[in-house]
């Protein structure tokens, strides 16, 4: 829990101090490692050598692994995501209780048409 929280802390500092970062996680995710790497380049060729989006890399990675059981990370790793998983539902559900679930749904697809 100190470790989201501390994530928490950069990224709410970030936010605040640099509001390009709200519109991009990749932006965001720049700065960061900007901010904790000797990473010294422009955004504009961080952006160009990494051309992908670095939550769809982790989003594609799940999907392989559960396709694919012989390319799962090994048993301890599947144990430390797991227990990483449940510690994210304790850190974020006292933050979300009693938002109504359409509301949110509402003001994210506002402007957007939703087909069902």
């Known amino acids: 829990m100190e ?14 101090r ?5 519109n991009s996680d990749k932006f965001l995710i720049f700065k960061i490692l900007q901010e904790f ?6 955004f504009k060729e961080f952006d160009e050598r990494f051309p992908f989006n670095f939550e ?9 692994q559960v396709e694919n059981p012989n390319l799962r990370a090994e048993e301890q790793i599947e144990n430390l995501r797991e227990n990483r998983k449940e510690e994210f539902k304790r850190f974020f559900a006292p933050r979300t209780r009693g938002i109504e679930i359409n509301n949110l749904i509402n003001t994210r697809t506002k402007g957007i048409e939703v087909f069902e």
């Open 37 to 42: 790497t000797n990473i010294n380049i422009p």
């Open 56 to 64: 769809s890399i982790r989003r594609c990675r799940q999907l392989i």
């Open 18 to 22: 640099i509001p390009e970062t709200r």
């Open 3 to 16: 470790e989201l929280e501390s994530i928490k802390n950069i990224v709410k500092d970030l936010l605040e």
